[in-house]
């Protein structure tokens, strides 16, 4: 046997020997026991859950390294009489034993482990079964210190034992901790809403931040908080009452849901003009003769009402009133006119209010989707007009997501109607071709200024046809070539294909144009690992002038991320392929480089469960953040472009991916692996077992913690749940 | 006389037409997805029935995530919700695609026919009609990221609330307020308070039956706080008359002239839900088996 197949023996045996060192067995069995455990009480059968439990608990031994065996078998035993006595009603007298139970079997595994917060959390909850309230807010504020991970959950059972005890302002605060811990959540929010129903007026100005902030994310929550205070102040604070119809009327239109019945949610006695006027509107939205007075009397005001007729145009749409839409639209882009700056704020990460370009966007989709509209196009002309106007205003105040679908829509019609440049001596921006340059140039303005970038083969695409069929060559060569690119970024290589032919047909001849060939190939086929390197692949790494770095960067992450996903089981294809893993989440994470289409979210989630593989830990879902919570979102987050999406959506890296991350960043790819049969990921944490580490692991388990980038933990200190 | 064939296909009608549902059990949905949109199938091609069972697993994964007080699933049952993207006669240019869900089939425990009304969701705006679809597999995700994020307030609202989510239920109280428990935990729906509910409620009288059609709002849990609860109710989620509108005096009047014990519920569906998205389950469970994986080589 020759000494490298020895060594692949070894390697092979090792994993087995290393566990078998460890122990690990009393754990495994005593996790398989609690999953039976709980299966058997789920089927109601307490007593054998019971048995299965005290058997396990029985087989752990008693000195230090099988504290985690016990504190398991003992969390169990306890969840197990607290559930059932839960299911028991409270004059039972077996319920208040069982409870007793579960609370020396919780005590139990305090001593062990005294910051667990699950186990803290389970007691709290029992104590307020047991009307043990003040030990119960004890153990959860105890929780929230020691378990940050599921501090919103505990907070939120605070504030809701704290509210049920009345003591509002504190109920309150917990809401807010919860709402911190959890940015997603929607249930703390709703929370916080509910406190102020129980709060004296003087609170309630504390109330419009907060529902300013949730508009975006969470805008049933900002509904119910605004109907709150209208029903509470429009007697009294009437300029605030109206301030939050404003807002709420922003929110109800926004998501489609401003009807005549949801104005039935405001107090019926409530007959001020800005009201009054609503409750008309909406009778009657295709009115030619809107009941607007209030709602004209401010330029704020008039961009809601923009946003009001869109909702009650749809509304039209799809009860097939397409002629009444079209009068709607049209009437409300009339009180459009002349507004002058910006809409009611937006929260951070929101699109602008009121802007009369998705408007016109829709009455220009109705009229070409309904010709017997407009036979004669002169509405489409007029609107085309429009278009012009209000492109000149986004201009005017720099907001560059609407002059880009300004330019692109204009363009859309005129190359719908073959106007690829003007007449001869007529004015150029009424050509297509001048329209999709400049949605172009703001697609590039807002890459500068935004970190935003968007591939957009199709404008270029039809860009490249408008250059070829007006003779422009140099212009249809060089934007063909950029098309080219764009759809490899889109992950369409057939098409690829088809814009590079069209370069060489336009007389493209740049020597680059074998990399690109060369590179439509990797990508439209599975390539072995080793060919992605320098020598394979040069152009991959040395920037050929006419790609850009950025470009190659995101053709290395499709590539690099495609290899994870290969089902090969050999030591080193496991190596290389945990090795390309990283190098992808490095190209993302670390470098910036933008995830480019829904193919590209497939790939980041095949990269982060390769990673995951090194601690353990199962796939995750993926958490994307847009708006507000992206906007917030702290350091760099990786970000999604989508087809037709005006704004990026981000995707939170979990703290155990980041940490498999730089696991593999530190040690390389076969150390993490090799490193993988010790330890377990949990949250920021690396949990390290405790026995018999080989002194190869041991130095790399000190080079980790040399590095400072990750905490290092005993197993025994793992989170039983 | 009926033959044991006959018999037999008699007894599988009755199964599938009277199924019994256990407290706690929500009843099935089944999910249609259907990949209409003319011109992105012909692109497609073959791929077209990967993607679209692909996207319906992504489908399932995130209504069974954020609607779980019905159980939705691809085998077939009697209520369904039709999923539709695109149009089967679309195409060109400043072509928006849209997501289209409706409700249809028919209710199994009572047999009558449930009819929705339709929600739209935007897949693709106009602009980006012409975007390529890119892999099957992205294609897929994109589907089901889009689906992700529609509005399901609203698809509750108009959608789902045409099905019956239960058949029983129990009238606890009917002074000062009528009460009314349903036959699910808080864990059971993941249900968060307020939400709201609407009860088709039938009274028994000497001279006859009447029914009532009440909106509720689901509001706490049985037996939290007092010591005499029915175990059998324990736990279960309870529901009061909503603040109107709509105006139901006249039916509440009706409901409390009578015994609770002449009460039946014959219909519970959720008008407005809203999901207890932190802690749905207060205790928390035991870790299970941990899964090996990381090393070995």
Known sequence: MTRSAILAVLLLLMPAAAIQAQNPETMTAVQRASSNAQQLAAAGNWPTARSTMEAALQACNPGPEQSSCRRLSNFTLGYLAQQQASEMSHDNSERSQLL???????????????????????????????????NAAEHWKKAIDVDPVRGGQYALHLGDLLLSQKQVADARAQFRRAADFSPAAETPRRRLVETYRLAPDAELKDLPPFLFQAEALFPSVARSGYELLMSRLYKLQPADSEQALLRWT????QQGWLTQTSLSKLPADWSAP?????????????????????????????????????????????GEQASAAARCWNVALDSARYIEGNGPPSPPGAPSIGSPVNLRKELALLYYQHPSLDPDSAKLNELVRELFMGKMEAYEHQRWPEIQEYHTVIGLIYAARGVWEPAPGKWPPASAIFQFEHALDAAEHRKRDENFYQPLPEVKARLAQGYEITKRVADAQRMY????????????????????????????????????????????????????????????????????????????????????????????????????????????????????????????????????EVGHVPPQPLHLLKGAELASSRGRVPRLVLAGQEYPIGISVSPETQSAARIVATVGAANALLLGNYIQLHANQVFVRNEDIPSKIDNLLKNLRDSQAIQISPMAEVPIA | ???????????????????????????????????????????????????????????????????????????????????????????????????????????????????????????????????????????????????????????????????????????????????????????????????????????????????????????????????????????????????????????LTDVRSIPPTSNKILAVYVLEYHRLDLGCEELIKPAGVVSGGGGGQ
């Open chain 2, 1 to 251: 006389m009926i033959s044991k064939r006959c018999l037999l296909i008699l007894l599988g009608v009755f199964c599938v037409a009277v199924p019994v549902l256990r407290a706690g059990e929500k009843p099935a949905v089944q999910v249609i997805f259907d990949f209409a949109e003319k011109q992105y199938r012909r692109e497609l091609g073959t791929n077209a029935p990967g993607v679209e069972r692909h996207a319906l697993e992504l489908i399932l994964s995130d209504l069974n995530r954020r609607a779980p007080f019905l159980r939705f699933t691809s085998e077939p049952q009697s209520a369904v919700l039709r999923v539709r993207l695109g149009s089967p006669s679309g195409g060109g240019e400043m072509h928006e695609v849209n997501f289209q869900l409706l409700v249809e089939g028919t209710d199994p425990v009572s047999g009558k026919p449930l009819q929705s009304g339709v929600v739209r969701w935007s897949f693709r705006p106009a602009s980006a009609y012409d975007s390529p679809l890119g892999s099957p597999e992205g294609l897929a995700a994109e589907i089901g990221l889009s689906f992700q994020q529609g509005d399901h307030l609203d698809l509750v609202r108009k959608v789902l609330s045409a099905v019956p989510i239960a058949h029983d239920g129990t009238l606890v109280e009917k002074d000062p307020i009528p009460v009314w428990v349903i036959p699910f935990t808080q864990g059971d729906l993941c249900m968060d308070f307020p939400s709201r509910l609407k009860i088709i409620d039938e009274l028994h009288t000497d001279v006859g039956q009447r029914s009532h059609e009440l909106n509720v709002e689901a509001n706490g849990v049985y037996g939290s706080s007092g010591s005499t609860a029915s175990a059998s109710l324990q736990n279960r989620i309870l529901s009061t008359p909503a603040e109107p509108p709509p105006d139901q005096s006249i039916a």
């Open chain 1, 250 to 253: 922003i929110v109800m239109s």
């Open chain 1, 274 to 318: 800005s009201v009054a006027e609503l409750r008309r509107y909406m009778a009657d939205p295709a009115t030619a003769n809107p009941p607007w007075n209030w709602w004209r009397s401010r330029d704020d005001r008039r961009r809601v009402i923009i946003e009001v007729a869109r909702t009650a145009g749809k509304q039209l749409l799809d």
């Open chain 1, 100 to 134: 007793r139970q579960a609370d020396d079997l919780y005590k139990a595994v305090l001593v062990d482990a005294p910051n667990d917060g699950a186990t803290l959390n389970n007691l709290a909850l029992l104590e307020q079964m047991l009307g043990e309230n003040a």
């Open chain 1, 481 to 612: 070539w950029l098309a080219a690119l764009a759809y490899l970024d889109a992950d369409a290589p057939a098409d690829s294909t088809k814009m590079l032919d069209s370069y060489r047909r336009m007389g493209g001849a740049s020597p680059d144009a074998r990399s690109l060939e060369a590179l439509i190939h990797y990508r439209s086929q599975p390539v072995s690992i080793a060919s992605l390197d320098e020598v394979n692949a040069p152009w991959l790494f040395r920037v050929p002038p006419s790609f850009g770095q950025d470009f190659l960067q995101r053709q290395r992450f499709k590539l690099y991320a495609d290899q994870p996903g290969a089902a090969e089981s050999s030591a080193a294809s496991r190596n290389e392929r945990l090795a390309r893993a990283w190098e992808a989440y490095d190209l993302v994470a670390d470098k910036g480089t933008p995830l480019v289409g829904a193919g590209d979210l497939v790939r980041w989630e095949n990269v982060t469960t390769t990673l995951l």
